[in-house]
């Protein structure tokens, strides 16, 4: 069964490319259920900063080059933030296909969850991805986060004593079964600065 090629206005909405994406690998094969999932606690980082300018990049001329893209395995940076702790608190995440590289971006994410902590939101915000690439047809994710404590809990190394973290820890791992192998990491804060951006932007339109 082959999938008709994409029409101008899938090329023109991110949102939309990523379902014509996600159709056409459909039609390619039968997905195969996966019950297992892996975790891991390597560090790896990517040899260049996907933040190196500062600010949200212009990436839109992605959505031609996107048609070459392998969406099986995503690589995926998140935060999620509370300007008071608890206060205003938003979540960001940007997904790359293959590598982390202005072309390969498959989708952002920026949204304003109301007021929350800080380990609350960073929660949400791996939650709000592993949605985001479920819809995208991944089988494979590569989380990076800046924050140690959530990445060494979901690696099970470190205990969740908090009761309202709880939920949110047992929801992430249940979203997991659907993938193949599920991997969390740990970067320096500076390398997260693209999805540090996008929690603010989130916060700064609701707030100001």
């Given at each position: 069964?082959?999938?008709?090629?994409?029409?101008?206005?899938?090329?023109?909405?991110?949102?939309?490319?990523?379902?014509?994406?996600?159709?056409?690998?459909?039609?390619?094969?039968?997905?195969?259920?996966?019950?297992?999932?892996?975790?891991?606690?390597?560090?790896?980082?990517?040899?260049?900063?996907?933040?190196?300018?500062?600010?949200?990049?212009?990436?839109?001329?992605?959505?031609?080059?996107?048609?070459?893209?392998?969406?099986?395995?995503?690589?995926?940076?998140?935060?999620?933030?509370?300007?008071?702790?608890?206060?205003?608190?938003?979540?960001?995440?940007?997904?790359?296909?293959?590598?982390?590289?202005?072309?390969?971006?498959?989708?952002?994410?920026?949204?304003?969850?109301?007021?929350?902590?800080?380990?609350?939101?960073?929660?949400?915000?791996v939650i709000a991805a592993i949605k985001k690439a479920k819809?995208?047809?991944?089988?494979?994710?590569?989380?990076?986060?800046?924050?140690?404590?959530?990445?060494?809990?979901?690696?099970r190394n470190f205990k969740v004593k908090h009761a309202d973290?709880?939920?949110?820890?047992?929801?992430?791992?249940?979203?997991?079964?659907?993938?193949?192998?599920?991997?969390?990491?740990?970067?320096?804060?500076?390398?997260?600065?693209?999805?540090?951006?996008?929690?603010?932007?989130?916060?700064?339109?609701?707030?100001?």
């Amino acid at each position: 069964m082959t999938h008709p090629p994409a029409t101008q206005a899938e090329l023109a909405s991110p949102h939309r490319y990523a379902k014509h994406c996600w159709r056409a690998r459909r039609c390619g094969r039968v997905t195969q259920t996966v019950k297992s999932w892996a975790v891991g606690n390597t560090v790896i980082r990517p040899r260049q900063d996907p933040m190196a300018d500062n600010h949200i990049p212009d990436h839109s001329e992605y959505l031609m080059s996107g048609l070459k893209l392998d969406m099986n395995k995503l690589i995926i940076y998140t935060d999620g933030g509370a300007r008071g702790n608890p206060g205003p608190a938003g979540i960001g995440a940007v997904i790359y296909a293959t590598k982390p590289s202005k072309e390969n971006i498959v989708a952002e994410i920026s949204e304003y969850i109301g007021e929350t902590t800080n380990n609350q939101a960073e929660y949400r915000a791996v939650i709000a991805a592993i949605k985001k690439a479920k819809e995208l047809g991944a089988l494979e994710l590569d989380f990076y986060l800046d924050s140690q404590l959530v990445v060494e809990q979901l690696n099970r190394n470190f205990k969740v004593k908090h009761a309202d973290l709880a939920p949110l820890f047992v929801k992430i791992y249940n979203e997991m079964l659907s993938f193949k192998k599920v991997v969390f990491r740990h970067i320096p804060r500076e390398e997260n600065r693209y999805a540090d951006n996008l929690v603010n932007r989130a916060i700064d339109k609701q707030i100001i």
